[in-house]
């Protein structure tokens, strides 16, 4: 325990104002047993209500008058303390990202209250077998029948579960209490971890490497064994075994007794990376993600303190289990935007596991098909190390692609979801008993509802976004869940001709129906995976062979690896490019690369079919051929004339409020203000470029008025500078608006 009389605390409460610590006295009853994380009940403010708190600080110093200082009222029963890294790490997010320190302290503590241990129990028998038959047969003269089963089971087992007497059996409690008091049984309370890992699989031994392969690893473990840790990118192809790295590498680092966390960008992936590193692992391997109970959550987090998981492997909150001889953190598909937060603190794995592997003199290791920019950018600038992989583990090649522009089929008569080509490869596979991947990048049972003759979209009333259509005539907005019924004529013209963009993945499963009677079909997007364990049933299903044709959104091209899948289509490609997004070139090409990737990964060669409006565009080009490079070098050109991530940094500041004036002229008042205070700067290189501010692109969310605007500089530093100028500002003129910062977005607000 860290040795002080004062505790310097940060308070429970989200408000820029009381985002500091505030000093109080340890009284005499705590000494010895605060510390650095301890969650603690203080009087706060000037009615001395009691607050909880967490300790961020123990000293001997005072910064008021001792006589004048509070004290700590007492540490709050059932808490779970943070481990003094995890403050490090929440003053780091923070510094780096912006938001309060109760949020960033809330959001490295994977758990908050301390879970009661499961427990098994079970009866055994004290007296001799003999001495059991004798009284089973007293208990039976005197027809005292629940004793009687207990004891015929007893004599059959000396030991026996606990449930089997209470539940199989019918037998109360007092019932056995009773014979317990009279020394014929015990019964005893064994405490186990709750464990999210069912798995029933056998050991496997590791793959023989290939020389590539081979060569990454021995490179990454030579730094390691001499001291120096770096952070690698290893490029991969899709199917050219990078897991296969991945397991190689944590494999060598846990025998020199350290803990490796596995980062995977979606849970859609847990099911099938954790039955291939439970092989390898056993269960000294976990996992962590939002879908365990809370009692899973805080036992998982109970074996990594106690060093009893080697690997834990998750999303990116996996990043927060407290591994105390943490050696080696990896993350797959580094490039997908799931790994950044999407609420305060807007953090990103990738930057916060760099900070995570420097303070645990731990190694990174990042691995992608298709990086994203800014790792590539670092990698090219010696920032990082970069290692390739050119080659398919199977030995086969990529798979052949075919571009399908949609126009020309229109042209054709082709009214259909599916092009010619792409009717013509399904009924191929069907015939041949090979499986195929339908891919398409939307949600729902269909798009907008639009009127034909007047152009009228349906919207909703409290958002400035189009309503999706639903089954049943339903139509449901996805920002703030307001419902109404299809009208059947035009609110703005009272035509007849108001109809759904239909491109969604139900429509897409019925059509297939149709097409190919007797297809069996699975269909994963957000509708179909709520129910907790969801993922991992339909992707075993379609693993073991139960249906012929996935259909999906994003989560189905992520890294899964299915050998009897030889067929992908992907339907209208280029909706992602339609999106006022910088980025939108590069999602594009990394969605199609890793779509293409899911087709040929077993010893039948693949074929991809990419539909599209814009086949001309370099991203779908560059895609096609499977071409990183290529596509690099012209984007990254792109970023560079417009002053983007990676080549500048930017900042997003996002200004929400009731009153649509107010918001308007606060994030005017916020854009003057950064104008003026960078304007100071002599060197031009030192000013912060202000862009807006605007109307987000999407304006209004539940009646809320949404204004952005951005700063973009070389610098990162600088940014952070110009959002302690707002913050600044914003507590000068005590302005209560909601404002949030989002470093380097990928998203818009």
Do not use: W
Not at 609 to 620: A, C, D, F, G, L
């Amino acid at each position: 325990m860290t040795e002080g009389r004062y505790a310097n605390i940060i308070i429970d409460i989200s408000h820029e104002k009381v985002d500091r610590a505030f000093q109080y006295k340890i009284p005499a009853a705590l000494y010895g047993i605060l510390d650095v994380g301890t969650c603690v009940t203080v009087p706060f403010g000037t009615g001395n209500r009691l607050r909880q708190g967490y300790v961020v600080e123990i000293t001997d110093k005072a910064e008021y008058p001792p006589d004048k200082m509070k004290e700590v009222f007492q540490v709050v029963k059932g808490s779970v303390s943070m481990e003094e890294d995890a403050v490090k790490l929440a003053a780091f997010l923070r510094h780096t990202y912006g938001c309060t320190m109760i949020a960033a302290l809330k959001t490295v503590l994977p758990i908050r209250q301390t879970m009661k241990p499961r427990e098994k129990k079970k009866i055994t028998r004290l007296v001799t077998k003999e001495e059991a038959v004798s009284l089973l047969g007293e208990c039976l003269r005197k027809k005292q029948s629940a004793r009687a089963r207990v004891l015929s089971e007893l004599v059959k087992e000396p030991v026996l579960p606990y449930e089997l007497m209470t539940k199989n059996l019918g037998v109360s409690s007092a019932s056995l209490r009773s014979l317990e008091s009279q020394g014929v049984l015990s019964i005893e309370a064994e405490s186990y971890y709750r464990n999210p890992v069912k798995l029933e699989t056998g050991p496997e031994a590791g793959k023989v490497l290939s020389d590539e392969q081979k060569f990454i690893r021995d490179k990454i473990l030579a730094d390691y064994d001499s001291g120096i840790r770096k952070t690698y990118l290893i490029h991969g192809i899709t199917g050219s075994g990078k897991t296969e790295v991945y397991l190689s590498l944590i494999e060598a680092v846990v025998t020199k007794g350290k803990q490796c966390i596995m980062l995977i960008p979606e849970i859609a992936l847990t099911y099938q990376t954790l039955l291939r590193f439970y092989k390898r692992f056993g269960d000294r391997v976990s996992v962590m993600n939002s879908t365990l109970s809370a009692g899973e959550k805080y036992d998982q987090c109970e074996r990594a303190k106690n060093g009893e998981i080697d690997v834990i492997i998750g999303p990116r909150s996996a990043l927060f289990v407290p591994f105390p001889k943490l050696g080696l953190i990896v993350m797959d598909e580094e490039h997908e935007t799931s790994y950044k937060s999407e609420s305060m603190p807007r953090y990103h794995a990738r930057e916060t596991a760099r900070y995570l592997a420097q303070m645990k003199n731990a190694s990174l290791v990042l691995g992608s098909a298709t990086p994203s920019l800014e790792a590539y950018y670092r990698a090219k600038s010696g920032e990082y190390e970069l290692f390739t992989l050119t080659r398919r583990l199977t030995g086969g090649s990529l798979p052949s692609v075919y571009t399908v522009d949609l126009r020309e089929e229109l042209k054709n008569g082709n009214r259909s979801i599916f092009s010619m080509k792409l009717q013509e490869l399904i009924k191929q596979r069907l015939e041949r008993k090979e499986q195929i991947i339908l891919f398409l990048n939307r949600r729902g049972y269909a798009g907008f509802v639009s009127c034909r003759s007047c152009g009228y979209v349906m919207k909703c009333p409290h958002c400035d976004v189009s309503l999706s259509q639903h089954m049943g005539g339903k139509m449901v907005c996805h920002y703030c869940g307001y419902e109404t019924r299809q009208p059947d004529k035009c609110p703005s013209c009272s035509s007849p001709y108001i109809l759904g963009f239909k491109a969604g993945t139900q429509q897409i499963e019925e059509q297939l129906y149709k097409k190919f009677p007797g297809v069996r079909v699975l269909r994963m997007d957000a509708d179909t995976t709520r129910k907790k364990d969801s993922y991992e049933e339909i992707l075993s299903a379609f693993s073991e062979g139960r249906a012929d044709i996935l259909v999906g959104t994003q989560m189905i091209v992520k890294g899964h690896d299915f050998p009897l899948v030889t067929l992908v289509g992907v339907l209208a490609a280029d909706l992602s490019l339609n999106d006022s997004d910088y980025r939108c070139g590069e999602r594009t090409f990394q969605l199609l690369t890793q779509a293409a990737g899911r087709a040929g990964r077993g010893e039948k060669p693949g074929e991809v079919v990419i539909q599209t409006y814009r086949p001309e565009h370099y991203s779908i080009k560059r895609a096609a051929k499977q071409d990183y490079e290529a596509f690099y070098e012209e984007e990254v050109l792109y970023r560079e004339l417009a002053g983007y991530p990676p080549v500048s940094h930017m900042m997003a500041v996002l200004i929400t409020a009731k009153d649509e004036q107010e918001g308007e002229q606060t994030a005017k008042a916020i854009g003057n203000c950064l104008i003026r205070e960078t304007g100071k700067k002599k060197e031009t290189a030192d000013r912060i470029q202000v862009i807006g501010p605007a109307r987000a692109s999407i304006s209004k969310i539940n009646d809320i008025y949404r204004f952005v605007l951005y700063c973009k500089h070389r610098n990162y530093e600088k940014l952070i500078e110009a959002r302690e100028i707002i913050e600044n500002y914003l507590k000068q003129t005590e302005n209560k608006l909601n404002v949030q910062f989002d470093f380097d977005p990928v998203d818009r607000f």
